[in-house]
Every structure is written in structure tokens, then in C-alpha cells.
């Protein structure tokens, strides 16, 4: 009996684990033709950090939401503007999380995390802190923002990328295994 307790509460423990993940934004600039550049600001999930550049390199980056409404796609924020990441005031961080999170501009139809929530939202608390909830505002963990941030220019890469941490989380929702792709 005293076996199959411990058994028991072993399995419980295990099943409310809770996993950590970062997210990087990051700028890019593509050369496009002689002279001419394009930028885009883009988001990265990645479970752990700091990064390498080969890291950066293997996930499958997000842009953001042109019209700052992440329920249809994409990703949203209120506090992201011109500075740079490390200098944002967030008050709200939105990531679409539908079942074709990364389907709409690429070929690859699954959402973002391990299960589909609709969004993923993460509000501002207070001193770097953020509650993250889903589309129902059901709370899913905690986030917070790096004291010194990573930051990393990625020179190496196709594209010349400045990557930035702009969040850790902790949660049980698991970044989606097939964000990562081989280059």
C-alpha cells in the first residue's frame, strides 16, 4: 500500500510540472536587392536561454500583427515601439494561439504552444512582472523581464539579426516542437 502511494504522488507531482520558456524579438533586415533593405520585427519561442546564433537560427520567427490585434494572427503589444527591446514598457504582450498559430504565412498549421488556448496574453503586474493568461483569461503562469537581456546580433545568419530576450515564462503550456525546423 505504502508503495503504490508513493507511486501516486510521484505521478501528481510530475503531471503539474511546470516548464520554462523565452521569447527573443528580434529585428531583420533582408537585402532585398543592391541598396535596398527591408525590416521586420519578429518574435522567437525558445526553451531556454541564453541563445546562440545557431538557436536563433532553427526556429520558425513570427511577425507582428500590422494592425496590433493578435486574435486573428501574429503577435501584439501595447509598449512595443521605435526604442529598442530592451527599453519597451510593456503593459500587454498578445501571441495568436489557434490551431494555425504558423499557417497563415508559412506552411506549417499548428499553434504556437503544446495545445491550442487561442491567445496567449501576457498582462503587466508590476516591476517586470506579467500574469499570463489565455483567451478566457484563465491564468497559465507567470512571466518576467530580464533584468540584463540578452542581446545578440547574429551577423553569421543569411540576414543580418539583432535578437533580444524580452521575456522568461514559467508555465506548463511547452513551446511546439515543430517551431523548430534544420537550416
Known amino acids: 500500500m505504502r508503495y503504490s502511494l ?3 504522488v510521484v505521478a501528481a507531482f510530475v503531471s503539474t510540472a511546470l516548464a520554462n520558456f523565452a521569447i527573443y524579438i528580434g529585428k531583420t533586415n ?3 536587392d543592391v541598396g535596398v533593405t527591408f525590416s521586420s520585427t519578429e518574435l522567437q519561442i525558445h526553451k531556454h536561454a541564453p541563445l546562440s546564433c545557431s538557436d536563433m537560427g532553427h526556429v520558425i520567427p513570427i511577425s507582428a500583427s500590422t494592425i496590433n490585434d493578435a486574435s486573428k494572427g501574429r503577435w501584439a503589444c501595447d509598449g512595443c515601439n521605435a526604442k529598442a527591446p530592451r527599453d519597451w514598457i510593456i503593459s500587454r504582450f498578445e501571441m495568436y494561439n489557434r490551431k494555425n498559430a504558423i499557417g497563415r504565412s508559412t506552411d506549417h498549421p499548428f499553434p504556437l504552444f503544446n495545445r491550442a488556448t487561442g491567445a496567449v496574453t501576457l498582462y503587466g503586474t508590476g516591476n517586470g512582472n506579467y500574469d499570463m493568461r489565455d ?3 484563465t491564468f497559465l503562469g507567470t512571466c518576467n523581464r530580464p533584468r540584463r537581456p540578452q542581446e545578440m546580433d547574429c551577423w553569421q545568419l543569411i540576414s543580418a539579426t539583432f535578437l533580444t530576450h524580452v521575456f522568461t515564462c514559467t508555465t506548463d503550456l511547452v513551446p511546439n516542437e ?3 525546423i534544420s537550416i
Open 30 to 32: 533582408d537585402i532585398t
Open 6 to 8: 508513493r507511486i501516486l
Open 135 to 137: 483567451i478566457n483569461n
Open 178 to 180: 515543430r517551431l523548430r
